[in-house]
């Protein structure tokens, strides 16, 4: 089988589950377990399946995104042949301006897709959570003359509503296909991996393009699903789609267990990513460490107890980190206390704070369909003030400072401050 000579990578979605941990970021470009972005998982896969030939598509907030990938280098991609393009939607004489959609993302690069001439294009999704070799997939894709293979996988059928899901026959050619079903007809879910055979996917693309349709799944998969050779390929390791604040706390957890199904650690298949030169971790004497992901940098005086915790973390003597996931730079004060909560970069808990307090669950005033399990939310660069309490479900906005709690000794469940 000729090896894979090209990916594209979709990465630049906005992630409006994800609340205020991506209004100034890519989803693509959002932390996760407690070094990477998310955008390096599907990255790091190419490279171990040796694609070293990579279109990354951006577009919404690509700033940290565009920083973070650079020229490539953590991945091996800084290269004279080959390497990492970003690719950014722009103004031309024929085609250009704002992508539209996923598919109009990828008419607006057909240049692109064309000058490579490869008879087979993977195409990927930049914001989810897994490993996985994409050579024998594109061998079975090839070995079943598929026009388009689609990776799926089997959920829970409380998550079905969540994703696109398919129906397939005896020999896994798709028969249906539907995005987000409110009644859970099937259990298997679409991963947005593709293989397509290129020249369905330019024929396609221009024929959308022709009657104003934008979306890849929408108007190219499932307009196609009985009319086209569909085929569905099963994959059965661990997958996070972390499209909202719950599953995106749940996958980080999930790396806490003593043996976890997704393994960080295999020295055959390692994430790499753009790491800042931090010293390394601290832990001080009377410090308190289980069950915990410390990240370089880190300087931890206080408990930390089954929670992620990224590089450069303050966690000051007394205070207590528990279930929770904090990002860079971020500081815990003196006895202090976060519990089940997602701090973004360079927040301040001050001295005698607390960040999740009792058991009202009362949900989010804003965002009552993902704040309304009892985690907060407090977004980046936001100070809580010394001795506030902030009960659960509370949703604190980017760059808040101490006046805005001028007044105010506890925030009730439910709260938003922005």
């Known amino acids: 089988m000729p090896p894979i000579r090209y990916a594209m990578i979709l990465a630049g979605g906005k992630g409006d589950r994800l609340s205020v941990l991506s209004v100034e970021r890519a989803k693509a470009a959002v932390p996760f377990g407690g070094c990477y972005r998310l955008i ?17 598509l951006t577009q919404y907030q690509p700033r940290s995104l565009i920083e973070h990938i650079g020229a490539g280098r953590p991945w091996d991609l800084d290269r004279k042949q080959g390497g990492i393009e970003l690719l950014q939607p722009y103004l031309g004489r024929t085609v250009g301006g704002w992508y539209r959609g996923t598919g109009d993302a990828l008419y607006q690069n057909m240049n692109i897709i064309l000058r490579k001439r490869v008879p087979h294009l993977l195409v990927l999704s930049g914001d989810h959570v897994y490993l996985m070799d994409y050579n024998p997939l594109m061998a079975y894709h090839i070995d079943r003359d598929a026009d388009v293979t689609l990776v799926v ?36 879910a679409f991963m947005g991996i593709y293989v397509f055979r290129t020249e369905f996917l330019v024929e396609k693309l221009l ?5 104003g349709k ?3 799944v929408r108007d190219t998969i499932i307009a196609s699903v009985g009319k086209v050779r569909m085929q569905a390929y099963f994959y059965t390791g661990p997958w996070f789609d972390v499209g909202t604040i719950r599953a995106y706390w749940e996958a980080n ?3 806490l267990a003593p043996l976890p199904s997704f393994n960080l650690y295999d020295p055959d298949w390692v994430i790499y990513t753009n790491r800042p030169p931090y010293p390394p971790t601290q832990i001080c004497k009377g410090a308190r460490v289980a069950s915990s992901i410390i990240g370089e940098g880190a300087v931890i005086r206080g408990e930390v107890v089954h929670s992620v915790i990224f590089p450069g973390v303050v966690v000051e003597e007394g205070a207590q980190v528990h279930d929770s996931i904090i990002f860079n730079d971020s500081v815990v004060g003196e006895r202090a206390r976060v519990f089940l909560s997602i701090l973004d970069k360079r927040v301040v808990v001050e001295k005698g704070a607390v960040v999740g307090y009792g058991n009202d669950l009362t949900p989010n005033d804003a965002r009552p369909d993902l704040l309304d399990w009892g985690v907060n939310l407090v977004g980046k660069g936001s100070v809580i003030p010394e001795g506030m309490v902030i009960h659960r479900n509370c949703l604190i906005g980017i760059g808040v400072q101490r006046e805005r709690f001028e007044g105010l000794k506890e925030l009730r469940s439910g709260s938003v401050i922005v």
Do not use: Q
């Open 207 to 211: 024929e959308n393009a022709r009657e």
């Open 214 to 216: 934008f979306d890849l």
């Open 253 to 255: 957890m999930h790396l």
């Open 40 to 56: 390096d998982f599907p990255l790091s896969n190419c490279v171990n399946s040796g694609i070293y030939d990579i279109g990354v």
């Open 153 to 188: 996988t089997r959920v829970r059928e409380e998550d079905v509503s969540r994703f696109g899901v398919v129906a397939v026959d005896e020999d896994n050619w798709i028969t249906r296909f539907e995005e987000k079903p409110s009644v859970p007809w099937s259990t298997i």
